[in-house]
């Protein structure tokens, strides 16, 4: 960061002090989440300062590891994942603070071990009896966990706490996310329950509410009276990777559009929240789902756009193979790996303002980003000079693989006559406030242990985001997809997704 940008750089803080004591217990903590993701985000909260001295991990697990190898498997892991060097003090505290178990799941008798060492641990790191559960599980394991966490008393809150994480997908669709929410439901208090969506431990989607509401400049003009249009994108270059076999019967469409996308667009369309408190804030979100006009399953047909990939090239990956060679994924698959949706919302704010959702994989690059792109000016003014159109103005929020926000607006290109040309007005959060190591589970992981529910969805959240898709699921189920593979590697996605923006006049975004 120069100098200029160092001065013209105000940072406003409030003081964050190390999390509230508990012991953090991860259901599959040998698993591959824990070892990429959360214990790499843990180490990264410890070397901030931002773990209390009364603490402990434990880690539960089929594999039979014991305390210290299980040390030495998340050092190894901490080599892999971290982009710097494991601070020699900082891991000496860190590793002090590892415990494993070796437990099955579906066995009640585990848990009663478990209430056991659980006892043991808060007594020896003197953190009382406050016990945050991670189930960093196949899905499949969500209920018993819970259900047998029940019977064995170790949620009761009869003093301290206990809350439970529950990561995604949960549910596979409407009825589904139901029947878990009424199970889990049975055994926890909603207070207790903290379903995580790591896209919103992303700095730049925690910056979209201050953004928007502490900036005197943009919410004037965030309505249907000044906004064309919305576009949210999530792009990957990769495919399927491992994920072959619970990639083949999701999909794209439940697997990023009722949690990451939605996520994205109800913090863009909410209302001005009266606190950023969890219920004030997970209200407004609610409302925006309960907003979006339902598809009817013939608008299924015009409204929404699936497509598959093949074979083709990637700048940077050379050749990739199509979708239905990847391993573990059916020969004849018609699971869609992108998905296009024109969605409206009923309300004051943002009627006849569509919003265009797209995701897929294999894409020419990875990208999520959200382009707001504003009505265009008049154009009386300008009937006698050589502009001969005018661009719209454009603000785009970067989320990965950069942070950014910029702004696109025109300007009178120097020398004699009026010309115009489009200028960006950009800021990178790296070039201002710097950059620290990060996986986007810290900020989740240290709120949950506060008690700090705003950033996870609430029941009625997750119910909602799948009634909005439930009509293309069951379309799309009851149709099989015609000429799949539909678009090839390197491309951004099949025709039709471009024909969907074409009709109402409007192009995506060059991203």
Known sequence: MDAEAAQATEVVQ???????????VIFGGSGDLAQRKLLPALYNLAEDGLLPETFAILGLGST?????????????????????????????????????????????????????????????????????????????????????????GLVRQERGWRRVIIEKPFGHDLESARELNA????????????????????????NILVFRFANGIFEPIWNRFYVDHVQITVAETVGVESRGRYYDGAGALRDMIPSHLFQLLSLIAMEPPNSFGAHAVRDE??????????????????????GQYGPGQIDGLGEVPGYRSEPEVAESSATETFVALKLMIDNWRWADIPFYLRTGKRMPKRVTEIAIQFKRAPYVLFRDTRVHHLPPNQLVIRIAPEESISLRFGAK???PGLSMGNVDMSFAYGDYFGSSPATGYETLLY????????????????????????PLLDVWGALRPRGFPNYAAGTWGPWEGDELLARDGRTWRKC
């Open 285 to 306: 979100k609610a409302k925006i789902l309960q907003a979006i006009q339902p598809v009817g399953q013939e608008q299924v047909l015009h409204q929404a756009v699936r």
């Open 64 to 152: 039979d590891l014991g305390d210290d190898v299980y040390r030495d498997k998340v050092g190894q892991a901490l080599d892999r994942h971290l982009p710097g060097a494991v601070d020699d003090e900082c891991w000496d505290w860190f590793s002090r603070r590892l415990h494993y178990q070796q437990a099955d799941f579906e066995d009640a008798a585990a848990y009663g071990d478990l209430g056991r060492r659980l006892e043991a641990l808060a007594e020896d790191f003197h953190t009382g009896p406050r016990f945050l559960f991670y189930l960093a599980t196949p899905p499949r394991f969500f209920r018993p966990i819970v259900e047998h966490l029940g019977e064995a």
């Open 447 to 470: 709120d949950a242990m506060n008690g700090d529910a705003t950033l996870f969805q609430r029941a009625d959240m997750v119910e909602l985001g799948w009634s909005v898709i439930q």
């Open 14 to 24: 409030s003081p964050r002090g190390p999390a509230a004591p508990c012991v953090l």
């Open 183 to 206: 199970a889990i439901g049975a055994v926890l208090d909603e207070d207790q329950i903290y379903r995580i969506d790591h896209y919103l431990g992303k700095e730049t989607v925690q």
């Open 413 to 415: 290109v120097p020398g």
